[in-house]
């Protein structure tokens, strides 16, 4: 039986995303009895195939795997978690065949530009993978693979692109990773020692006698990913993701508007733990002195109830 390493998951450098390649230092390499540019096999909730390369220099002395976010996905495992690692060996396939992530009509020779794009790089059966096309990416499931479930795809590899998407059950949406978000490092930096450190590590504020702070205020333009930072964080922290949206929770019926932030309350704690993200608040809780609407004033003292309760 192989050999197999359990090492706690980071994010990829940017220079690495979308390779399809993790890294590990030479004594897990040693271990493992491998090679950079051997396949390894990563197991958490899912498994699925990748290249192992040296970790780099400031990495040499950590235990850690690097990996990027489809990498994450298809593996099933988040940033922090722990990830089996065993050598592999991949055969070159003999077929593999891609269902796109929703209905698309694509040119002649666009099945050998895939190829192309997919040489010499490993494939697992239920894997989501991203071709890059013109101005975007293309994200497609892979349905089937030959002669086994881990193939590599070389010379003698007949790709086929279907035009209708998989399965519902065939499908995994890949959610949005901290990779997704640039220019933003700093304030990804102190969102997450506010909102993932607390939840992945509440012992910590215990043993210091710390209380962890319960919420943060972003605030910006529309478009600065605000939005996308929250989806990030909960996706990364393994949190239930809820949004309330300001302007829809309002009602003209009596008590509407209340009971809808209360279900949305009821239902994170439910599924906690859970992130809300209340967007556009100041159109549901503006400066109290400045409220002059019955129905304000109650939404405002409602979610004063609720956040209290927290």
Excluded at 25 to 35: A, D, F, P, T, Y
Excluded at 186 to 215: A, H, N, Y
Excluded at 252 to 265: A, D, H, I, M, P
Aim: net charge neutral.
């Amino acid at each position: 039986m192989p050999k197999s390493v359990k090492l706690k998951v980071a994010a990829a450098m940017p220079r690495d995303q979308g390779r399809g390649i993790v890294r590990l230092n030479s004594s897990v390499r040693r271990e493992l009895g491998i090679n950079s540019g051997d396949y390894v096999l990563l197991r958490g909730t899912k498994e699925t195939v990748a290249v192992c390369w040296p970790a780099l220099k400031e990495d040499e002395i950590l235990d850690m795997v690097r990996m990027d976010g489809l990498i994450r996905t298809n593996a099933g495992v988040k940033l922090g978690e722990v990830v089996e690692i065993s050598p592999v060996n991949v055969p070159e396939g003999t077929r593999v065949v891609l269902a796109p992530s929703q209905p698309v009509r694509f040119q002649r020779g666009f099945e050998e530009y895939v190829k192309h794009q997919l040489m010499n790089k490993p494939i697992t059966r239920g894997d989501i993978i991203m071709i890059a096309s013109i101005g975007q990416g293309l994200q497609f499931t892979v349905t089937a693979a030959a002669p086994g479930k881990h193939v590599r795809v070389g010379p003698a590899t007949q790709v086929e692109v279907l035009t209708k998407p998989a399965k519902p059950e065939e499908v995994t949406v890949p959610q949005v990773t901290y990779e997704d978000i640039g220019g933003l490092g700093k304030e990804l930096q102190k969102i997450r020692e506010m909102i993932e450190l607390p939840m992945k590590s509440p012992e910590l504020f215990k043993r210091l006698g710390i209380t962890p702070p319960k919420g943060v205020l972003l605030h910006g333009p529309p478009g600065t990913g605000k939005t996308l930072i929250a989806k990030a964080v909960a996706n990364e922290s393994g949190a239930t993701f809820r949004v309330i949206n300001g302007p829809e929770i309002m009602s003209k019926f009596y008590g509407e508007s209340e009971q809808k932030l209360r279900e949305v309350f009821e239902d994170a704690e439910k599924n906690a733990p859970s992130i809300i993200f209340i967007d556009e608040l100041d159109s549901i809780a503006p400066k109290r002195a400045e409220v002059t609407g019955e129905v304000e004033r109650r939404v405002v003292a409602q979610l004063l109830s609720l956040m209290d309760g927290l």
